[in-house]
């Protein structure tokens, strides 16, 4: 059973940091480019930030570019979301998402794979 499980958030002030982890288990996914997602309450799921499968180009939503740092380790079978100054507006529930192959996407329907989600509360 393949499975995407998200770790690291919580609850923050305005200005700090979070870090988010994707286990993944049941296959490996060191040839598929993996993402980021959220969702905050009453919105669309959008685009947070994309990586290729060798981590050699990383892709971010203009909300948190210079903000938000993708990577991944491939032996570990894992992808990490490094969140910093981060603002009330962030706020939502983070996706860790597994692409069908090489190719980066920045839709949901790009993604075939789905971790549960974790909550991220950033308070002014």
């Known amino acids: 059973q393949v499975q995407l499980v998200e770790s690291g958030g919580g609850s923050v002030q305005a200005g700090g940091s979070l870090r988010l982890s994707c286990a993944a288990s049941?296959?490996?996914?060191?040839?598929?480019?993996m993402g980021w997602f959220r969702q905050a309450p009453g919105k669309e799921r959008e685009f947070v930030a994309a990586i290729t499968w060798s981590g050699g180009s990383r892709h971010y939503a203009d909300s948190v570019k210079g903000r938000f740092i993708i990577s991944r380790d491939n032996a570990k079978n894992t992808e990490l979301l490094q969140m910093n100054i981060l603002k009330p507006e962030d706020t939502a529930v983070y996706y860790c998402?597994?692409?069908?192959?090489?190719?980066?996407?920045?839709?949901?329907?790009?993604?075939?794979?789905w971790g549960q989600g974790t909550q991220v509360t950033v308070s002014s």
């Open positions: 998402a597994a692409a069908p192959g090489y190719g980066i996407g920045f839709t949901p329907g790009e993604y075939d794979y």
């Open positions: 049941g296959r490996t996914f060191s040839r598929n480019a």
